[in-house]
């Protein structure tokens, strides 16, 4: 399997072999049921589709419950999904933990970062600003000019302006497994990872 779903706990301490201070983030992988198997035949492609923390079927939408009836599994709140070169050693309605992983390991997360709203080009894009002096005094945090007059008398696409910030998908690489706790579906990774607390994240191996 190439991965799992989890949540980001938080961030905490430990100390290294070594005696040195590491920072960590807890995350709790899984336990994670496999909602449906793609095959090349049937998809195209060959993928495993996982689910995460049970759900009220209340408050599941009908086409979903009649998805999640197929694998015999309670509705999830989160279902994504994994691609795998051989989906034949999986079945419908498996669990799947964090003993997926092991103490050394390097993976990928992606998680969904912090939004900051509306923000201007100072804090989103690390512009330096305008002087604090000779005459300028409302101009201290703004863009100044964003274009030229008759050529291209037009802005370009991309041009780094004051707008929305974060609350986007990024992932981090290369990232390394501490510890693993598979009876608590605890995994402690090396420094931080994007995202709030209790936000959810992937864990892909590498």
Do not use: W
């Amino acid at each position: 399997m190439s991965g799992l779903i989890g949540r980001k706990i938080g961030m905490t301490q430990l100390f290294s072999a070594g005696n040195a201070l590491v920072p960590v983030t807890l995350l709790e992988a899984g336990p994670c049921v496999v909602t449906q198997i793609k095959t090349k035949d049937s998809d195209g492609y060959t993928a495993i589709q996982l689910g995460f923390l049970e759900k009220k079927a209340a408050k599941t939408t009908k086409p979903m419950a009649g998805h999640f009836a197929k694998s015999k599994a309670t509705p999830m709140r989160v279902v994504r999904e994994f691609r795998v070169p051989d989906a034949s050693g999986f079945q419908l309605g498996q669990t799947l933990k964090a003993d997926l992983f092991a103490a050394g390991d390097y993976v990928k997360i992606t998680g969904t970062t912090k939004g900051k709203g509306t923000a201007g080009v100072v804090k989103r894009h690390k512009f330096h600003g305008g002087p604090a002096t000779h005459g300028q005094t409302d101009r201290t945090r703004r863009a100044g000019a964003i274009s030229s007059g008759s050529t291209p008398g037009r802005v370009y696409p991309g041009k780094k302006m004051a707008g929305h910030m974060g609350d986007q998908q990024f992932s981090l690489r290369r990232v390394r497994i501490e510890r693993v706790d598979a009876d608590k579906n605890l995994i402690i990774i090396k420094g931080q990872i994007p995202g709030a607390s209790n936000g959810f994240v992937t864990i892909h191996k590498k």
